[in-house]
């Protein structure tokens, strides 16, 4: 939105995103780059954190969302669909775009 309303020549952001905008804004958008899908909403954890603790908390959250209670809740967040993944096989192939060198701080 901050490109239609003139506040950014450019921005990112996810497909999912852009179909919930009206027509009327995704009209006024152009996409001139986009990457491999990728997860979105991806959950880290601080390096202290174990292994064991990772594995725990990850099967936990998808079992949650298997839930009526769970599949609500994290629906509202953008979660509807929570997969496990892992920075080498999903994330890394972002590397070679060096996004981070169009990104403003």
Do not use: W
Request: hydrophobic letters at 35%; proline letters at 4%; glycine letters at 6%.
């Amino acid at each position: 939105r901050a490109v239609v309303y003139g506040k950014a020549s450019a921005a990112g952001g996810a497909n999912k995103t852009l179909a919930k905008q009206t027509l009327e804004i995704q009209k006024k958008l152009r996409i001139l780059f986009q990457t491999p899908e990728v997860a979105s909403h991806p959950l880290a954890a601080y390096k202290g954190v174990t292994e064991d603790l990772k594995t725990r908390m990850t099967k936990e959250l998808l079992n949650y969302s298997l839930t009526e209670e769970g599949g609500k809740l994290l629906a509202n967040v953008g979660l509807e669909k929570p997969v496990a993944v892992t920075y080498e096989r999903d994330y890394k192939k972002l590397e070679k775009f060096k996004l981070e060198q169009v990104m403003k701080p």
